[in-house]
């Protein structure tokens, strides 16, 4: 009984090393938050779009799954996933839409006709409200959302190709079979 | 150098001081003070570390006024407050409710230091115990421990 008492330290350091272990490791970003939209229906929208006469809206995108992106002209790690993300809809036909988040419609325009369009269709979310239902602290975010319009998956600043291939596109299979 | 860091951190305090800007501020005194109380208790998240009443980022600007706009249409503030964390999740809550992920983190630390006192007291009590009522030295023992003493003073 005695004996087991002076394992005591050991056992705290043990569970406190476990701890940093898991919090401490490379990829863990303390800053990134779990969504609370996870598992739960889309807060629905009915945008106006950028160039385009049919708004952006919810319930028109329900039927299949799609990928929800949202951007602003003024965001840098945008920029940084814009690549990607025109890869993605060029090559594997990625049904992907934009929101522009409290950005101006011309700066938002201007960024697309510089950098290229990789979005089917953009919707202007210039005062964040829509964003603000989507629970969005912070642009880039992208939300994966099934065909009955759940959330499935939201991913908190800019895509790499690691993220996407491990784990946007399986997600998209899976949920085209589905 | 130093002037320089003082300005700008005046500055700072300034800002965050007024965070809560004018045009935010609702006509209605008590509809205000009550707007006021729910943005104390919710975090900003682009900070992480201020509450959205404090904070001077747009996100926390665009927070103050949908709760503004939650309490004028007419809801209660558990209501106000609920639509926030059905979209941000509990981590906005400045202080986390009591619930069953959460008992950890609010159980532990009184539960350790329960503990402690508990080890504490049974350490005391042990070690009361020897000296209290040892039974006097017999006259024969006196005898030899005064000749032990003398022997080792000589």
């Known amino acids: 009984m005695r004996r087991l008492f002076y394992l005591l330290p050991l056992v705290v350091f043990m569970v ?4 940093f272990l898991v919090s401490l490791r490379p990829a863990h970003d303390v800053h990134e938050l779990p969504s609370a939209m996870i598992e739960k229906p889309a807060p629905t929208f009915d945008l106006a779009s950028l160039g385009d006469d049919k708004p952006l809206a919810l319930d028109a995108l329900k039927g299949h799954p799609f990928v929800i992106n949202f951007f602003a002209s003024w965001c840098v790690p945008c920029r940084v996933e814009h690549p990607l993300l025109m890869r993605l809809a060029q090559q594997d036909h990625l049904p992907l839409y934009g929101i522009a988040y409290k950005d101006k419609p011309a700066d938002s325009a201007r960024l697309l006709a510089t950098f290229g369009d990789p979005y089917r269709q953009v919707g202007i979310d210039q005062d964040g409200r829509v964003g603000l239902n989507f629970g969005v602290y912070g642009v880039p975010e992208t939300y994966v959302i099934d065909g009955t319009g ?14 996407v291939e491990k784990e946007l596109l399986p997600l ?3 949920l085209g079979q589905s | 150098m130093r002037t ?10 300034s800002l965050s001081a007024h965070a809560v800007e004018p045009r935010e501020r609702l006509a209605d005194p008590a509809l205000e003070a009550r707007a006021r109380t729910i943005s ?8 992480q570390n201020e509450s959205i009443d404090e904070s001077g980022a747009d996100l926390a600007h665009d927070i103050r006024m949908f709760v503004r706009e ?10 106000a407050m609920q639509a926030i964390v059905s979209r941000y999740g509990a981590f906005v809550l400045l202080k986390p409710p009591v619930e069953r992920a959460t008992y950890v983190l609010w159980y532990a630390p009184p539960a350790l230091v329960l503990l402690g006192l508990i080890g504490t007291v ?30 080792n003073d000589g």
């Not at chain 1, 759940?150 to 993220?163: D, N, S």
């Not at chain 2, 104390?40 to 900070?47: G, T, Y």
């Not at chain 2, 350490?123 to 006097?136: E, G, I, T, Y």
């Open chain 1, 16 to 19: 406190l090393a476990g701890y």
């Open chain 1, 150 to 163: 759940i959330i499935r998956k939201r991913f908190v600043g800019p895509l790499t190709a690691e993220t």
């Open chain 1, 172 to 174: 998209l299979k899976q």
């Open chain 2, 4 to 13: 320089w860091f003082l300005c700008a951190l005046l500055l700072m305090a």
């Open chain 2, 40 to 47: 104390s208790e919710l975090r900003c998240l682009v900070c």
């Open chain 2, 70 to 79: 939650r309490l004028t249409a007419g809801d209660t503030d558990a209501q």
């Open chain 2, 122 to 151: 049974i350490w005391l009590r042990r070690r009361q115990v020897v000296p209290a009522d040892a039974a006097p030295l017999s006259p024969e023992e006196t005898r030899r421990l005064d000749g032990l003493l003398r022997e």
